[in-house]
C-alpha cells in the first residue's frame, strides 16, 4: 500500500534553532514528491516540488532534499513566522494526478 | 489575486441536507482536484478533473458524494443527505498541466454536519 508518514507529529524550537522534518514514503513508482505550509483556517501553500533522488530546492530558511525512501525540510534559524504545519504529498505512477498527503508536521517557533 | 477561491467558506447543515460547495480554479488550469481534510490530518484525494472530464473518483467514500465541471472551468461538490462523519474542511486544487506539477490549493470549505 502506497504510504506517507510524517516525522515527528509535533516540533516546537526555539528562534534561530535549526531542525529537520522528515517524510517517508513507500511508493510503487514516485512521480512527484511535494511540499506544502498550511496556516490554521487556510489551504496549503505551495513550496518545493523534488522529481527525483539527490535532487535539493531552496527557498529562504528553507530547503528540500529527497533519497529513494524520504525526503527532509530543513528549517535553518527559524522564525516565529515561519510556525505553520509543513505537509508533504506524493504522486506516484499508479496513483494518476492525485497527490497522498501525509498527516503532517505542526511546527511552533517561539521568540 | 488570481488564486482558487471557494464558496462558501463556512457551511452548517443539518443531518440529511443537502449541500454544494463550489470552487472557482485559477484561470487555464486544466486540471482540478476535490481533496477532504479532517481536523489534524492530511488532505485526503476525493476527485480529479481533466478539463470537464472526471477521470479519477475513486475517493469519492459513497454515492451521496457527486462532483461536476459542466464547462472545463467552475466545479461544484455536492453532498447528499448529509451525515455527520461528512463534518471536514474541504479543499479544491489546481494545476496547470496535465501531467504531475504542483496543484495549488483554495482556502477550503469547512462543513459542520449538526
Known amino acids: 500500500e502506497d504510504q506517507v508518514t510524517q516525522s515527528p507529529e509535533a516540533l516546537r524550537l526555539q528562534e534561530g534553532e535549526s531542525s529537520s522534518l522528515n517524510c517517508s514514503y513507500t511508493?510503487?513508482?514516485?512521480?512527484?514528491l511535494f511540499w506544502y505550509r498550511q496556516d490554521p483556517g487556510k489551504g496549503p501553500e505551495f513550496l518545493f516540488t523534488?522529481?527525483?533522488a539527490g535532487e535539493e530546492k531552496e527557498k529562504e530558511r528553507l530547503k528540500a532534499t529527497l533519497t529513494k525512501k524520504e525526503s527532509f525540510l530543513h528549517i535553518t534559524a527559524p522564525k516565529p513566522e515561519d510556525s505553520a504545519t509543513y505537509l508533504c504529498?506524493?504522486?506516484?505512477?499508479?496513483?494518476?494526478?492525485?497527490?497522498?498527503f501525509g498527516q503532517g508536521t505542526r511546527l511552533t517557533i517561539n521568540p | 489575486g488570481a488564486g482558487v477561491s471557494q464558496s462558501p467558506r463556512y457551511k452548517v447543515a443539518k443531518r440529511g441536507q443537502d449541500v454544494a460547495l463550489r470552487c472557482d480554479p485559477i484561470?487555464?488550469?486544466?486540471?482540478l482536484f476535490w481533496y477532504q481534510q479532517a481536523l489534524g490530518q492530511g488532505p485526503e484525494f476525493l476527485t480529479y478533473?481533466?478539463?470537464?472530464?472526471?477521470?479519477?473518483k475513486s475517493g469519492l467514500p459513497s454515492d451521496r458524494f457527486f462532483a461536476e465541471r459542466p464547462e472545463g472551468s467552475v466545479s461544484t461538490l455536492k453532498i447528499q443527505r448529509t451525515q455527520q462523519e461528512d463534518s471536514a474542511v474541504y479543499l479544491c486544487?489546481?494545476?496547470?498541466?496535465?501531467?504531475?506539477?504542483?496543484?495549488?490549493f483554495g482556502p477550503g470549505t469547512r462543513l459542520t454536519v449538526l
Open positions: 523534488l522529481y527525483s
Open positions: 478533473f481533466q478539463n470537464e472530464a472526471q477521470l479519477d
Open positions: 484561470s487555464g488550469h486544466v486540471s
Open positions: 504529498a506524493v504522486a506516484f505512477f499508479q496513483g494518476a494526478q492525485k497527490l497522498v
Open positions: 486544487a489546481s494545476s496547470l498541466a496535465v501531467l504531475v506539477a504542483e496543484q495549488f
Open positions: 511508493v510503487s513508482g514516485l512521480r512527484g
